[in-house]
């Protein structure tokens, strides 16, 4: 019923920069919470960053400073612009998205597939 579309990963020197996007559709009503999270090679998925409709925003300490996020509440669309990136931000970053569909105002916890940030040393 939603679905979330990520774009913007690759292949960047270390120091560089990329925008991440994640663009929600489907029977929307509500998105609370909207974040990034991201899964290296034999590792477990961790929270990389998360903003909720309220405004607040939290970032894992490895990237604060570097990583910023950000919405656009009226294209359900959620940005992460990270800059100086390090080889061990090498990741799978997920988009996910939290809050409640059209449908009798169920809540919803939807992913995205995933896009490829690799970071060369």
């Known amino acids: 019923q939603v679905q979330l579309v990520e774009s913007g990963g690759g292949l960047v020197q270390a120091g560089g920069s990329l925008r991440l996007s994640c663009i929600g559709s489907?029977?929307?009503?509500?998105?609370?919470?909207m974040g990034w999270y991201r899964q290296a090679p034999g590792k477990q998925r961790e929270l990389v960053a998360a903003s909720t409709s309220t405004g607040s925003k939290n970032y894992a300490d490895s990237v604060k400073g570097r990583f910023t996020i950000s919405r656009d509440n009226a294209k359900n669309t959620v940005y992460l612009q990270m800059n100086n990136l390090k080889p061990e931000d090498t990741a799978v970053y997920y988009c996910?998205?939290?809050?409640?569909?059209?449908?009798?105002?169920?809540?919803?916890?939807?992913w995205g597939q995933g896009t490829q940030v690799t970071v060369s040393s």
């Open positions: 489907g029977r929307l009503f509500s998105i609370n919470t």
């Open positions: 996910y998205a939290a809050g409640t569909t059209t449908a009798w105002r169920q809540p919803f916890e939807a």
